[in-house]
């Protein structure tokens, strides 16, 4: 079946470095991208669509700026997140679905914590 | 928008227990309904889905049921195990809508 990697899995930088994480489809074209931040309490916060070729959607109240997003082809996406502190340490996941649209899948995530 | 109400958690029960975990929903059109799974340090993944009214979703012993009157899908299970104990999320979704809306999920802890 369709899967979604992420990686890292978990990442460990310090205040103030900039952290890159990974969303590859292994056997399917995805235009489209989703990451979530997933908080303590467990609840899911959609951040942004991630679009093939043009610019992120980003979700209200989510620093465009801070959280870089480039989709440069049809199996990846990445997430960067630019001057990390500490409060940006959290659980980040991202989906995707294969055409035709219906099941979405998700990555394993990745754990940042920032020191 | 869409959106989930989830029971709150956690929920903790002893192994063998029946486990029901309520959902309901507010979502435009008629939406798909599914229950995703986290276990610790992981992604999400599938556990169960219906597409359509009074559509009963399956899988590992869990089962749901698609109520669109009462705009519900709650999950039970007759015997739950210590491997059960995860996060689960009751997200609606349109077709071709590839969006998620998540509510809090709801923490099951089982113990032996």
């Known amino acids: 079946g369709a899967v979604v990697s992420q990686h890292p899995s978990w990442v460990i930088c310090k205040s103030g470095t900039s952290v890159k994480i990974e969303c590859r489809s292994l056997d399917f074209q995805a235009t489209t991208m989703f990451w979530y931040r997933q908080f303590p309490k467990q609840s899911l916060m959609l951040m942004a669509t991630?679009?093939?070729?043009?610019?992120?959607?980003?979700e209200q109240g989510v620093e465009k700026d801070k959280f870089l997003i480039n989709h440069a082809s049809l199996t990846l996406s990445t997430l960067t997140v630019t001057s990390a502190h500490p409060e940006d340490s959290s659980f980040y996941i991202c989906s995707a679905s294969p055409p035709p649209q219906g099941r979405t899948f998700f990555g394993q995530g990745t754990r940042l914590t920032v020191v | 928008g869409d959106s989930v109400t989830q029971m709150e958690g956690p929920v903790t029960l002893s192994e063998e227990a029946f486990l029901t975990i309520n959902c309901t929903y507010t979502?435009?059109?008629?939406?798909?309904l599914f229950w995703y799974v986290q276990y610790p340090g992981e992604g999400l993944q599938l556990l169960l889905k219906a597409t359509k009214a009074d559509d009963k979703g399956s899988n590992k012993g869990f089962e749901a049921t698609y109520r669109k009157e009462t705009t519900s899908f709650h999950l039970e299970k007759g015997s739950v195990q210590v491997s059960d104990s995860a996060v689960y999320f009751c997200p609606p979704q349109n077709f071709g809508n590839e969006k998620l809306t998540f509510g809090t999920g709801t923490r099951l802890t089982i113990i032996p």
């Open positions: 979502a435009t059109g008629y939406p798909s």
């Open positions: 991630s679009n093939e070729g043009s610019k992120a959607t980003y």
